[in-house]
């Protein structure tokens, strides 16, 4: 029974792996992706670890304020890799295909390490990648918490990828330049020596036993195509007539130059997809790109104030506090508890700084602020300018309703308590009646409708 059930399965992925045999699909293919597709999982974990830091720093952490364009950079550079990694992975994946098609499916412990390394990985990316992707259009469709899932997914995906690498090393090692990994003709040159699982090319792969065609499933679907009897039992038909006559074609004079035109091709159709993403997407983040932003969820420019929107004064539910004519600003800090309204604030005078809004969901745009120094107005309880601070908003709910700004921050002369964007004052959108804006911060730490200050350090 078990012989059976082995020819039977082994029969069926032995056509299938043999169907998919392609130029396109070798091993040294499969390097150049998986290097791509490993700077890109580097880069995303990089920047990403920044941004949660940011959001949650250690103690002891202290972050640089200038330039101030540097969180614009980093959290564009995550989106923008996070989406050229979907065409990579597929690309990948279609040229790995062959080798996870093999039976049996393991071989031994160190095999099943292997495999089982891969089914996490490609599993965790496709799960990151997606959700990462509907993150930046701030949709939702699942029960776990976005950020916490991204964060530890992040750890499980640079895991189980160095244990691939550590696996792979030497098919990576052996076929890391193409001058190794094609001969003077262009074709592939397999190496059995390094254990590589892909399909060699050409004279090298092994025949198909000829019973297979006739009476195997995928050699049915294979006949149904070419239009030929797809009966069991009725041996080896021939194509129809239409096939016949496409199939006495004249050989390719140079095979090595089709294989070589098709690797290319292949090659720069991912490339065009790589680029065509991050073309139609990067003018979210990138200013150079801006004409091109077809696909980003935000347009640079479009908004109240001329600034794009992302957490509503109504999901906030601020549109009543936010404009009640007696909002004071409390401050507090040393002993010493102040408020003032918003005439007051204007009062002291207001000093203008030229900062982005960057968001984690990778948008940003440069924006010109009018408002109070934060060191200046703490400087009004007594504090020092490098004073660790909370400060509260007038929302009801949300995770940064509360926020904490270190001494970098605070010192730092660029970072206010504005009244006004663009020009013009506030909207109830961008903050009124008074916001936090500051160098090198993620959005969701400018504070925005604050309704108190307070010196906790």
Known sequence: MRRRVDAGLGGVLGEARHSLRSSNRNARSAVVFGRLLGLAFVICFATGLYSHFLQDPLPWMRFPTHPAQLYQFTQGLHITAGIAIIPLLFAKLNTVMPSLLKYPPVTGVLH???????????????????????????????????????????????????????????????????????????????????????????????????????????????????????????????????????????????????????????????????????????????????PFNVFAPRLRGLGPNSLPVNRSAKAAGVLETAVDPDWGLTLAGKGIRKSFSRADLRAMGLVQVDLPISCVEGWSQMATWRGIRMRDLVALVGAPPDSKLKVTSLEKHGGYRIMEMGPEYTQDPTTLVALELNGADLDIEHGFPARVIAPGRPGVLQTKWISSIEVIA
């Open 112 to 290: 099943l390490l292997e495999r089982a390394s891969i089914a996490v990985f490609v599993s965790g990316a496709l799960v990151q990648v997606f959700t990462g992707l509907v993150n930046t259009y701030q949709w939702y469709p699942w029960p776990f918490p976005f950020r916490q899932t991204h964060y530890a997914l992040s750890f499980v995906l640079i895991g189980s990828l160095a244990i691939h690498i550590g696996v792979k090393l030497r098919i990576i090692v052996r076929y890391w330049r193409a001058r190794d990994s094609y001969d003077s003709e262009g074709r592939f040159v397999p190496d059995a020596t390094v254990g590589s699982e892909l399909l060699p090319d050409g004279e090298a792969v092994a025949p198909l036993p000829q019973h297979l065609p006739g009476r195997r499933f995928v050699g049915r679907i294979e006949r149904w195509i070419d239009g030929a009897d797809t009966r069991a039992g009725a041996g080896v038909p021939g194509p129809s007539p239409e096939k016949q006559a496409a199939s006495v074609a004249p050989a390719p004079r140079d095979p090595a130059a089709r294989e070589r035109l098709a690797r290319r091709g292949f090659f720069a159709s991912v490339g065009t997809a790589v680029a065509g993403v991050i073309v139609l997407t990067g003018g979210q983040s990138f200013g150079l790109l801006r």
